[in-house]
């Protein structure tokens, strides 16, 4: 049975439906296929489960897990980035804000 996959990186999704899941370096490989990532090092892969963790795959163990959950949903979601700034995967953290001083307060406006 094929699974359907999203692969994001940035604001760019691509779907496609595979039929097995592969080592983590031909995964890792068919990702830089499909977004043209000539840099060999620098790839972080990861999904959400079923906590909302993000969860990084990095190695063929890791591999296994992801497809062990996948193939209990009927998509799977996999966000890129490249290690040199484009973002890991969506932030649900609070921005963070300059701390100031109580002294420096009545210098802001």
């Given at each position: 049975?094929?699974?359907?996959?999203?692969?994001?990186?940035?604001?760019?999704?691509?779907?496609?439906?595979?039929?097995?899941?592969?080592?983590?370096?031909?995964?890792?490989?068919?990702?830089?296929?499909?977004?043209?990532?000539?840099?060999?090092?620098?790839?972080?892969?990861?999904?959400?489960?079923?906590?909302?963790?993000?969860?990084?795959?990095?190695?063929?163990?890791?591999?296994?897990e992801a497809k062990r959950f996948a193939s209990q949903?009927?998509?799977?979601?996999v966000v890129a980035s490249m290690t040199d700034g484009?973002?890991?995967?969506?932030?649900?953290?609070?921005?963070?804000?300059?701390?100031?001083?109580?002294?420096?307060?009545g210098t802001c406006f």
């Amino acid at each position: 049975m094929a699974t359907t996959l999203k692969i994001q990186l940035g604001d760019d999704i691509r779907r496609l439906s595979i039929s097995q899941f592969t080592t983590y370096a031909e995964f890792s490989q068919l990702v830089r296929n499909i977004f043209n990532i000539s840099n060999l090092s620098g790839l972080r892969l990861s999904y959400q489960d079923e906590d909302f963790d993000w969860i990084n795959i990095r190695s063929d163990l890791d591999m296994s897990e992801a497809k062990r959950f996948a193939s209990q949903l009927p998509s799977f979601k996999v966000v890129a980035s490249m290690t040199d700034g484009i973002p890991l995967a969506p932030s649900n953290q609070e921005p963070s804000y300059p701390q100031l001083a109580p002294e420096d307060i009545g210098t802001c406006f």
